[in-house]
Each structure stands twice: as structure tokens, then as C-alpha cells.
């Protein structure tokens, strides 16, 4: 199957700062990738659709200027979650839309695991 | 996106077939079946996925009945690996994926 990776995995960072992720399509180019937060023992919540080459579109509750996404090549989108806070401590995860798979199947990356003290 | 509804847990023997049902009586015509799971502090992990008819990979079956309203994923001899939690996800033409809870496969020795 196709491969997404996140990167950083992990990462600890002090309250106010600004934490930027990185989420790759490593053996297809994806014109479209999505954005998901996960809190302890719940779903997945789908936060914005990131467009390769136009701006995001965020789900309702999702600030933009808190939560921000570039997708500038179509293997690479960024997010961005500026001024950090504890409540932001969560499960950050992407995904990938193939567009040359049968259904356009998303293909999910292995989560970023963002903790803000 | 139609609505899904999932048991929230079944247990399952190991070597044994898993069967986990799903119902999305409210799925349009052109609404996909896909199924991921999430095994602990991982990102999802894509199954399979089907429109109208069976569909059959290296993991799993998919069967949709012929009304389209409910379908079942067959693991066919779960191992303990396979514990996780498995979702049942109609997606629309938008291409956007929304999670509900699941159902938290246990797979027992």
C-alpha cells in the first residue's frame, strides 16, 4: 500500500511557542491531504483539507490562524500550530488522498504526538 | 456522509474468522464503504474499501449486502495482532473521511 510519513513522531515543547509538522506522501503525489487531531480514548476529528497550491479549507471550530497549513509541493504538507498551549497537547495525524488508487483511498501517516507544557 | 453504526466491542479467538458489522442505511449511491483500524497510539491503517460489490484483498473480505444499508468485514484467522480498533467510514464524493467510535476488536489466546 502507499506510504505517508509525519515527522516529528513526538515532540515536547514549551507554552506559547510555535510546533510545525510535517506530513510526506513518500511513493505517490497527493493533490489533496487531510488533517486530524485525536484526543485520548476518541476518535479521530477531522481538522481542514489541505489543496495542493491553494489555501486550506478548515472544518467549523478550527481556527485558521491557530492551525496553520501549507501544502506548497504535492508530496508535502506542513501544519503549523502557533502559540502552543496545553490544551493543544494531542495526537496530530495526516492524510493522503491517491488519486491513481481505485476509490481515491486516503492513506494515513503514523501520528504526531504533540505534548505542550 | 451517511451515518455509520458499529457495535463498540467484540472479542474474537484466535485462528478463528472475525466478523464485524456495520450498518449505513442512509448510504447514497455513490457513497464508498471503506474500513481502517487503529492499533494503539498509531495512525489508521487502511483495509479495504467498496462501492457495491464483494471485495477481497490480502487482509480482509468486505461483503455489502445488496441493499447497500449494511456490510460486514471478515478477518479470515485473526491473530493477536490484529486487536485494534476498527472503523466503518461512508465517504461521499468530498473525499473527507468522518471517524466514528468504532468497535474495539479483541483478539483472545
Known amino acids: 500500500g502507499a506510504v505517508v510519513s509525519q515527522h516529528p513522531s513526538r515532540v515536547i515543547c514549551k507554552s506559547g511557542t510555535s510546533v510545525k509538522i510535517e506530513c510526506r506522501s513518500l511513493?505517490?503525489?497527493?493533490?489533496?491531504m487531510f488533517w486530524y487531531r485525536q484526543f485520548p480514548k476518541q476518535s479521530l476529528m477531522l481538522m481542514a483539507t489541505?489543496?495542493?497550491?491553494?489555501?486550506?479549507?478548515?472544518e467549523q471550530g478550527v481556527e485558521k490562524d491557530k492551525f496553520l497549513i501549507n501544502h506548497a509541493s504535492l508530496t508535502l504538507s506542513t501544519l503549523t500550530v502557533t502559540s502552543a498551549h496545553p490544551e493543544d497537547s494531542s495526537f496530530y495525524i495526516c492524510s493522503a488522498r491517491d488519486p491513481t488508487s481505485v476509490g481515491e483511498t486516503q492513506y494515513f501517516g503514523p501520528g504526531t504526538r504533540l505534548l505542550v507544557l | 456522509d451517511a451515518k455509520t453504526t458499529q457495535p463498540p466491542s467484540m472479542d474474537c479467538a484466535e485462528g478463528r474468522a472475525a466478523n464485524l458489522p456495520c450498518n449505513h442505511s442512509t448510504i447514497s449511491g455513490n457513497e464508498y464503504v471503506y474500513w481502517y483500524r487503529q492499533i494503539h497510539s498509531q495512525g489508521p491503517q487502511y483495509i479495504i474499501h467498496?462501492?457495491?460489490n464483494n471485495e477481497t484483498n490480502e487482509m480482509a473480505s468486505l461483503i455489502i449486502t445488496e441493499d447497500r444499508k449494511s456490510s460486514t468485514l471478515i478477518l479470515p484467522h485473526a491473530t493477536l495482532r490484529d486487536t485494534a480498533v476498527y472503523y466503518c467510514i461512508s465517504r461521499a464524493n468530498d473525499y473527507k473521511l468522518s471517524f466514528g467510535a468504532g468497535t474495539t476488536v479483541t483478539v483472545r489466546a
Open positions: 489541505s489543496n495542493e497550491g491553494s489555501k486550506a479549507t478548515y
Open positions: 511513493d505517490f503525489q497527493a493533490t489533496t
Open positions: 467498496g462501492l457495491k
